[in-house]
């Protein structure tokens, strides 16, 4: 008898492929006998852009009808509150997967909700602390519409003050949300900076307005006298790529690199570009770390035990290219490793060097709590899933 994975399986304009991605890369951990015996069944369920109804609605239908064991797929902390009644009223498994665009609950959740996060939050607290390290205070801050319904720039923040900083500006793009709001307002925004130049800008973008951000910065007198900060995800291979003719530099926080020369990170890429006949990304990473973690549980996933299975999860490991994961969301959780990296973008070619290093956030830290009070947002799609 197989175990059913319901899959909550949201849109992304930005990466349509992300869910066969995330689903590739969990069946690229296993060895050839489960896969050949299909131990594992994914049941894939469409969320949209991942809203709370949608996902309770999908929820639903995967535990009630289809009868799913386990439900896993990319989601928000933030539609929790409506499923966990559901999981835990059946004695369900929830794996589920998170970009890390919010910070996560720090008081009990579930006995039954395990989470694989990319931890954007991390990446942006140790930018934070660096920058104002690296350039001093009196940075800026500017910002979509969209992306300021998250916490990135609130623990982007809270990193700068731990470091010392007590002085930061915040923009934010005002507009139709519907509609790209870079073009629009972002060269005003420059126009009226180059009077005040701040000692470093950081940018938060997604998808297209990332790409039209740096080339309205590297066409801007802001080029190469303010030193600029992108997220994680504007220094993607795939967002880098879309701006190879520009000339740029800029500095991003790295939590894992497709060419790094680990073993685990050549194994994971070998074992998911022969399964999928694709290139590896972090989406398949995070499905490959799910997948090599209940590779372990499965002798009592065969005697479908999953009590068991829920109580070794809480302490259960596993190492990653990324270094060594952790799932239940408590003071354990395993802390994410962070390079610094500068960006050099000139005539197609894209260089990226290790600076520094980024510090961690603590998972029971008493700056959980104040990210969650100052950011309030009706936000709840996954950060990117639009």
């Known amino acids: 008898m197989s175990i059913r994975i319901g899959f909550l399986a949201p849109y992304s304009s930005i990466y349509q492929g992300m869910s066969d991605d995330m689903v590739g890369g969990f069946y690229a951990a296993l ?7 299909r131990f594992f069944e994914f049941v894939p369920e469409y969320i949209r852009q991942g809203g709370s109804k ?14 799913v064991d386990i439900l896993s797929g990319l989601m928000s902390y933030k539609s929790l509150p409506d499923i966990i009644p559901i999981i835990e009223g059946r004695k369900k498994l929830g794996f589920f997967m ?12 579930s006995d039954y909700v395990f989470f694989n996060s990319f931890q954007f939050w991390q990446s942006e607290y140790a930018l934070g602390h660096w920058a104002f390290k690296e350039f001093g205070d009196k940075g800026t801050v500017l910002m979509s519409l969209y992306d300021a319904g998250y916490h990135l720039q609130s623990a982007f923040r809270q990193g700068a003050v731990v470091a010392g900083s007590q002085e930061m500006d915040y923009a934010v793009l005002h507009g139709d949300p519907a509609k790209s709001q870079v073009k629009e307002n972002v060269r005003q925004f420059f126009r009226e900076t180059y009077t005040r130049f701040p000692s470093f800008l950081h940018g938060i973008f997604c998808g297209d307005e990332s790409v039209e951000f740096l080339r309205e910065f590297a066409g801007s007198e802001l080029n190469g006298k303010v030193p600029l900060i992108i997220t994680s995800h504007m220094a993607s291979e795939e967002m880098l790529d879309k701006i190879g003719d520009i000339s740029i530099d800029m500095y991003a926080a790295s939590m894992y690199s497709y060419h790094s020369e680990d073993k685990l990170n050549k194994d994971f890429k070998t074992s998911f570009e022969r399964y999928t006949g694709r290139k590896a990304n972090t989406f398949a990473l995070l499905g490959y770390e799910i997948g090599k973690m209940l590779l372990e549980m499965v002798p009592y996933l065969e ?10 999860l809480k ?3 596993v190492k990653s290219p990324r270094g060594e994961r952790s799932f239940y969301l408590d003071s354990q959780y395993a802390l994410p490793v962070i390079d610094i990296e500068k960006i050099r973008v000139r005539n197609g070619k894209i260089d990226k060097v290790i600076v520094g290093q980024g510090r961690s956030m603590k998972y029971n830290s008493f700056i959980f709590d104040e990210i969650h009070r100052e950011n309030v947002s009706g936000w709840q799609n996954p950060y990117l899933c639009v």
Do not use: W
């Not at 060895?31 to 015996?37: R, V, Y």
């Not at 005697?303 to 070794?312: E, P, S, Y």
């Open 31 to 37: 060895p050839d006998h489960l896969l050949q015996s």
């Open 54 to 67: 949608d996902i309770t609605a999908a929820v639903r239908k995967l535990v009630h009808f289809n009868n």
């Open 98 to 109: 998170d970009m890390g665009e919010n910070i996560p609950y720090n008081h009990h959740i």
């Open 303 to 312: 005697k479908r035990d999953f009590n068991t299975v829920a109580r070794l």
């Open 315 to 317: 302490n259960s490991t």
